[in-house]
């Protein structure tokens, strides 16, 4: 029993993790129809982005004496790889998205694959394919309940992805940004036609949800000890497939599919065979499409003639 | 008055002119292809047999993905169970021929091409397995299923310990599958996918295709049989991605699952975007170029891939269609010559 | 006119990749594309297939860095029968059909003397094939596959096999240790591990031993709780888990964050720096096997350390010292039959007996695989300290 509540809670905390990167996913696609191929390779650099910081401000001397890192300094941290990750995330859109934007829908498909390349190599290049150890910007502290170890971290996870999901639900619901957001997703024409700032509104989309997916990549490195630059590659597909899942385009679905994905993952690894973990995913992503394509929270679009 | 209603004078039967001219088309590829193995290097030579694989993928990719426009980005997938299924039967067949036709280059030709054709088989059946659900969906997400099976088959070959999982199948002997591929063999079948598909392509069931690329919707108002069209041509793609897995097989000592991994699926795409999406001849000169380029950057060192990827970048950015466009090579050449000799007609 | 304009931009970008192909400087020494007639008089050219990019590149970046390191001493010497070596390294980016260009290429165009190359099994099978039937030396420094060195008698290893390492550890299991319940943690992307993982298994349960749970992940990996809370479950005495060491870092982190204290077992893919960055004090109480111990490491080995670290600013793993290995073995080689004819280097290959190299004393048998004893390492405190020889 204590066996099923732990690998339970592994799920829960993986599932939330990828929760927050099918966020970006899910906002992007909401609005501008296009997978966001990039967004895994924005996760990743996130996750970097919280490394270098981290050690600039001096966490492996924080780690050699024993003492915490200050929380404060955490925060910073935090700040620093969101920032980082939404600047990262606007420029593409700028660069590569924006200029094939009325392109048949292949085009942005193929541009968005040929960004994660890009970004995947580069960062083998600039940061070496070596994978790193996360450095400790929030100390591990273990306690046990009932057979089922838990970790601050993984507390941290779940608590910090529910806050941030929160925070973007107001945003979206009770912000003109939000609103703006929600009428491109419905009509991006009529949308302009009220007078709404479509470019602004699709960059400050590209931001949070790259941001999101940094706070994920720092909640990633803790959680998993070690970063290396393709760590986004299968990571930012089953984020997508969880955002698919909830149904693309609806907020509270990214969490629940991304939790589901999570669980099935971590159950199927321990149950199952640790071979198929992957696979899994790809299996409930073909399973959804075929019986309910717009996924579990998503509504039924009339395609008109 | 007398000429109407009367049957045109009776021309010649044109299969001994089409049958003379492809056999005399064999004899002379067989001819060049002796003349390159004794005089170019290998390493040239591995580079124009990878050249024509990946214009058998691309031309077969093109048919689904051009041609169709139904996006498919998993084909690697298929690949690999031509591959695997191609190496598999021919380990096992070759005894069994060589117990009836004798050991020789006679029975490794039939025990070749018969795998080939297997592989390709298998790989269009599985094609059809995952074409039948599949193509009800559209762009984006159909794109996506595919990627998941493209991924699902390579886990299941990693997973395969009789076909050697991880490590990769080589076969029953220590020097690995035996290397019956050759430029002969290659370029023949790129001829023959090149043929097929061309003729597929400009025939009725080829307009249909167009029609389910422009406008499904429209297409099936006319009677058009989109379903059955659609998962036609996903599994004749599939099929011939699997021929081109056969004889990537038989130039290695071996295959494994981590050589049809995602990114094997996005140098297909690669192929047809700059050839031009929709065209048979352009596929083909995106085949080639693909295989070349990445020996070409070789001087780049590390900074070839992230090059590559900027490449497909730039690519979309300024022409996505491609070198050709959805326009084919040898009309483009007809029209130039046309438009030349009525220039000079009218001056 | 714009699409004209668009189809010159990409026949420009197009071009300059041609071009690029044909340059005739050569970036930094390192791999040069000329098609050279033959190879100066006064050089000998040596080739070095490897993975430098993908999802494996920083094997074959390591190995590349010690081969080099081992290029320049050699150099810095006088250079080999009084020629300079020149090492000339292709990217095989992990793909086989890459490994077997890169070695065609090696072999016609830079027209190499000997090979070295690769870490991993099956792309040494690709690469080796075409080695084999060009009739040109081949070293390999760390695949540790049986089948490799079958491809034909001009494919050479510096490496332990797996079967004697998984029985090294078995063994100790059983004798020192005196565990009868174990689990087994392998990597199935790796043929190394599964090679190691098979052997243990084998030595193990023919010593009476129990495997009493076998869980696998793939390399790449980050999560492992999901598989060690069910060997968790299993209550067993120890897990082998013969991977690399990112992953087994991890793992150990895994396994204490979960209140799993039992020993890991593991083989020479644990030895790297990073090993103890990675896993901390989470590994004290493990042990693996390994080619040399550092606290009792011949003079040759600490002084490949230290100008390991010196040229690069890092300690080298494992596989950097095979790879220096492969290539003095090489040289030794060419040095004692005082030719460079491919014939002639493998016959000396073949002759090598009591070569004293980094990773230990390297005789080559008749099924031209490497003798050398291996050494178990216990970890404690962050270190790896010497516990016992095991002769093959």
Partial sequence: MAELLQQIVNGLSLGSIYALIALGYTMVYGILKLINFAHGEVFMMGAYAGYFSASALGVQTYEASGAGFPLLLALAVLVVAMAASALLGVSIEALAYRPVRSAPRLTPLITAIGVSLFLQNAAMLLFTPNPRRYPAILAEVRFEVGGVILTNIKIAIFVVAMLLMLGLYMLVHRTWTGRAMRALSMNIDAARLMGIDVNQTIRATFAIGSSLAAAGGILYGLDQIMINPLMGVLTGLKAFVAAVLGGIGNIPGALIGGILIGLAEQLTAGYLSPDYRDAITFVILILVLLVKPEGLLGVVRQEKV | MSTIGALPPASPPRWPLRFGVGAASIAALFGLSLLLEGGLIEYVQRIILLAGINVILAVSLNLINGTTGQFSIGHAGFMAIGAYGSAFAGVHIAPLLAGVLGEGKLSDAVTFNLSLIIGAALAGLSGFGVGLPSLRLKGDYLAIVTLGFGEIIRISFNNATFLGAATGYFGNSPAGLPAYTSLFWVYLWVALVIIATWNVTFSQTGRSLLAIREDEIAAEAMATPTTRLKILAFSLSAAGAGIAGGLFAHMQAGIRPEDFRFEKSIDMIVMIIVGGLGSVSGAAIGGVFVAVSLELMRDLNQYRLVLYALLLVVIMLVRPEGVLGTRELPHLVTDFLRRRRQREAAP | MLELGSLGGLSLALGMFGIAGCKESKPEGASGAQPSGAAPASEIVIGHYGSMTGNTAHFGQDTDKAVRLAVDEQNAAGGLLGKKIRVVTLDDRGD???????????????????????????????????????????????????????????????????????????????????????????????????GLADAFRAAFTARGGQIASEQSFSAGDTDFSAQLTTIKAANVQGIYAPGYYAEVGAIARTAQRLGLKVPLMGGDGWDAPDLYTIGGDALDGSFFSNHFAPDVATAKAQKFVTDFKAKYGQEPTGLGALGYDAAIVLFDAIKRVGKTDPESVRNALAETKGFEAVSGTISINKDRDAEKSAVILAIEGGKAKYRATVKP
Wanted: net charge positive.
């Fill in chain 3, 96 to 194: 086989s059909a890459e490994a077997a260009n890169a070695v065609s290429r090696l072999i016609d165009v830079e027209k190499v003397v000997a090979l070295i190359g690769e870490v991993s099994s099956s792309l040494s099978l690709a690469g080796g094939r075409v080695a084999q039937r060009r009739k040109i030396p081949m070293v390999s420094p760390s695949s540790t596959n049986p089948k490799v060195t079958q491809v034909g008698d001009y494919i050479f290893r510096v490496c332990f096999l797996d079967p004697f390492q998984g029985k090294v550890m078995a063994d100790f299991a059983r004798d020192e240790l005196k565990f009868d319940r174990v689990a087994i943690f392998k990597d199935v992307k790796n043929d190394y591990s599964i």
